[in-house]
């Protein structure tokens, strides 16, 4: 703990492993099991609980609770876990649960940003750089992709997917998967068009952004089923290699067993 500051009000388990440099602020809780990596600050008030592995360089502001257990009503006591990236900051209030059944894992990336009073629930696995607006919520089993957006007190029923780079709109119902690089609003919410903008400012190109523009078209304004037209899709960009933004969203497409929000 080189170089740490640690308030006298802060009450931290024996069994808590704390790294380099961290700053731990006043009246903050710090539980068995939680490994906490270099450089993060807890500003004060911060209950963090384990087991739980927090990366380097997070940020909690006061009142978050951080790796507390399952509210899922089947657990029951199980050792089960909570992993954090590094580079995230956790506004007030925001609430991270660990996994349910024995073994099983919540996991968040890196350099996301959750805003006052968001909630992760059990078993979700968030990836890097995501934004969730205030209250922007999440039931347990979900999945979130990098960069996508969760706007203000928008909720994802469990089991539901959020695809890279996708936003759902303040105050969305999502009760089926988001595909990725559009835009999902309304309650319930329906597909508005694509994330033109967030693309463009994450380097996607003219033709990409073009391309995408003429699936969405093709799945959603169109007289197509989805399933008829992921096959016109996937005929068009045949010869577009896997990584392709196209080829990423018919995969997601395909992969999906709650179905596509229409």
Do not use: W
């Given at each position: 703990?080189?170089?740490?500051?640690?308030?006298?009000?802060?009450?931290?388990?024996?069994?808590?492993?704390?790294?380099?440099?961290?700053?731990?602020?006043?009246?903050?809780?710090?539980?068995?099991?939680?490994?906490?990596?270099?450089?993060?600050?807890?500003?004060?008030?911060?209950?963090?609980?384990?087991p739980?592995?927090i990366?380097?360089?997070?940020?909690?502001?006061?009142?978050c609770?951080?790796?507390?257990?399952?509210?899922d009503?089947?657990?029951?006591?199980?050792?089960?876990?909570?992993?954090?990236?590094?580079?995230?900051?956790?506004?007030?209030?925001?609430?991270?649960?660990?996994?349910?059944?024995?073994?099983?894992?919540?996991?968040?990336?890196?350099?996301?940003?959750?805003?006052?009073?968001?909630?992760?629930?059990h078993?979700?696995?968030?990836?890097?750089?995501?934004?969730?607006?205030?209250?922007?919520?999440?039931?347990?089993?979900?999945?979130?992709d990098?960069?996508?957006?969760?706007?203000?007190?928008?909720?994802?029923?469990?089991?539901?997917?959020i695809?890279?780079?996708?936003?759902?709109?303040?105050?969305?119902?999502?009760?089926q998967?988001?595909?990725?690089?559009?835009?999902?609003?309304?309650?319930?919410?329906?597909?508005?068009?694509?994330?033109?903008?967030?693309?463009?400012?994450?380097?996607?190109?003219?033709?990409?952004?073009?391309?995408?523009?003429q699936?969405?078209?093709?799945?959603?304004?169109?007289?197509?089923?989805?399933?008829?037209?992921?096959?016109?899709?996937?005929?068009?960009?045949?010869?577009k290699?896997?990584?392709?933004?196209?080829?990423?969203?018919?995969?997601?497409?395909?992969a999906?067993?709650?179905?596509?929000?229409?």
């Amino acid at each position: 703990m080189a170089s740490s500051e640690i308030h006298p009000s802060a009450i931290i388990d024996s069994g808590a492993c704390l790294g380099d440099d961290v700053i731990i602020g006043p009246y903050c809780v710090i539980g068995k099991g939680v490994e906490l990596g270099d450089g993060c600050v807890l500003h004060s008030h911060v209950v963090l609980d384990g087991p739980s592995i927090i990366g380097k360089q997070n940020e909690f502001y006061p009142h978050c609770v951080i790796g507390g257990r399952s509210q899922d009503l089947k657990y029951e006591g199980e050792p089960t876990y909570l992993r954090v990236g590094e580079g995230n900051t956790f506004r007030e209030f925001v609430t991270v649960n660990r996994g349910t059944s024995p073994g099983e894992v919540t996991t968040i990336g890196n350099n996301g940003h959750f805003l006052a009073y968001a909630h992760v629930a059990h078993d979700c696995v968030v990836g890097n750089g995501v934004i969730f607006s205030n209250n922007g919520t999440l039931a347990g089993h979900v999945s979130v992709d990098d960069n996508a957006i969760m706007g203000g007190l928008s909720a994802v029923h469990q089991f539901c997917r959020i695809g890279r780079h996708a936003i759902t709109g303040g105050c969305s119902k999502i009760v089926q998967d988001v595909p990725p690089f559009m835009i999902a609003d309304g309650n319930p919410a329906q597909v508005r068009g694509i994330n033109s903008v967030g693309l463009q400012r994450h380097g996607f190109d003219k033709d990409q952004i073009r391309d995408l523009k003429q699936s969405y078209r093709l799945i959603y304004r169109s007289n197509l089923t989805v399933k008829d037209a992921v096959e016109k899709l996937k005929e068009q960009f045949a010869d577009k290699e896997e990584d392709y933004p196209v080829q990423e969203l018919i995969s997601f497409i395909e992969a999906s067993e709650r179905g596509i929000i229409r």
